[in-house]
């Protein structure tokens, strides 16, 4: 039986580090004890502990999505049982997005070259914590810090789609992957139609149910990965604990945090009608964030190649690069259509609330069901993943199109919304899989992370400009509109203040002096074409962005060489009894000359 070159047997030599799997340049970059393996040999059986090791990352992305959509759903009802303001209820949902993007890579970084096992126990310990605190939460601070704090544990997301893709042969990476998503995407129907119904049997304390639920979810994740994921070591060392954490990036990680939380704090703060761009709350972070963000860039580019943005990560060709734009890309897409579209909903089509609105939300999350496994088999038949990532993108602009166009067509908006599911589901699934096949895979947990935390970071960006034009159209168009519409039927343009109010909320209409059915009609109508005018423009200026990434997907080159039967990371893997010395995986030495 012949050996492949990319998989060559390392001589091993009295030296510690001579035991780790390296490159043509002595670079170790693959997991110890995985040399040797044929890549055209068929794996005949998958043990059943890789296959609950798989179940239990796609229960943890579950609970990941399921965390960020439910809290979400159910802000105004957190934010009026416990008294909470407008600013107040805008960090439920960013109080635990801004941690994950900055805490990802370095959960990844650590994993990757120390071991997992540890780190993913501890990560749903504190969840466990985190769900207590919000279920019995008697503030806003407490559901606040819950949030941050399982903000911090989100991080583990792109560790637990590197767990799935590595424990399986290479040639199921598409499968492994779509089983993931597959079963994350069910975390909106969960989110959105039982904990919608939860809070409509019980209007005051019903959300709670959100944290109870994420609660037995925790539970599940802490127990299984307890007592079924036994990874071997991943790498050997004989430096000493301490020595492990100097090796550590801690600069870079430093300039990250510096970087990354006050930019998408002020992202956040922009995006909030009370503060927008003109305030400082929203500007001065931001410009501190990306004075500290382009020095992390430029440290990690020119003041060490072994930091947490590992330079080995760059040497496979454009695909990893560019697998990272066109996530970010995406990334902008899938959070203006999560945010930007639901507020549509809400405004034109359907009661906030309503099991109408909830219906119209799906067809994004839920089209995936389909498309996803007959996505995944053809990549899988064809090694081909750039040809349907393109068609995803495609999707994406035919949806823009087709929402910006809908004006007060609900029916028309929902199918565009299915549509646009359609292209979510290709690059969530595929992109990941690109990104992981052009890593070394030594590094596949960092190469998830960054894809998760640069998604989430163009998201924040994309939904910040898309804030920024909808305000530019609406925050003085608005009272314009109404007062031309209402003042040439007699009513009074002392009262507007009141009307306008009582038009965009419900609430104190019947209080308005001079209101009549006809002039709420009218005003009600101006309202609603400005907003629509608003919806349009935003729709369309994100167009371009989905054209660009069509284009970038025809640039990437399809790893079909990767795409064979070698496991990256098998859960049995032959490691000598030597080498097990520092259970749950250590640096080389040369560790300790190199910044992890």
Known sequence: MSEKPTHEHVERSAMVHDSYAVDETNTPVTVLGTMGQDPDHQNE???????VVVALCALAQLQNTYISVAPAAAAYS???????????RIWIVQAASVPSIVTGPIFAIISDVYG??????AVWFIF?????????AKDMTAIIGSQAAAGVCMGISGIMYAVAGEVMPSVYRAYSQTVVNVVASTASVIALIAMGAAMSADPLNGWRWIWRTALIMNGILLIGFTFFYFPPPRTVSNLTLWAKVKTLDWIGYFLLITGLVPLLMGLAWSSDPGYGWHDPHSYVPVAIGCVGFIATLVYEWKGTSRGFLDHRLFTAGRNFPLSLFLVAVEGSLFYIINNIYPTEVNSLWAPPGSLEASARLLPFFLVIFPVAPIMSYYVTRTKDLKWPLCAGFVCFGVATIGLAMSGQNAAMATAFNGVAGIGFS?????LLSM???????????VASALTISVRTLGGSVGYAIASAIYGSLTNDQIPKAILEAVVPLGFDPANIGSLIVGLTTGQGIATIPGVTGQILGAGSAALKATEVHGYKIVWFAFLPGSIIAALGCALLKNPKERMNWVTDAPLNADVPVE???EAGGSAPDTASQEKV
């Open 579 to 581: 080498e097990r010395h």
């Open 116 to 121: 997992r096992r540890y780190l993913i126990i």
């Open 78 to 88: 957190i934010a009026g049982t416990l008294g909470g303001s407008t600013g107040e």
């Open 435 to 445: 990104v992981q096949l052009s890593a070394p895979p030594l590094f596949i947990g």
């Open 128 to 136: 466990c914590i985190t769900a207590i605190v919000g279920m019995t």
């Open 45 to 51: 059986k998958i043990s059943w502990r890789v296959w």
């Open 426 to 430: 290709a690059p969530l699934i595929l």
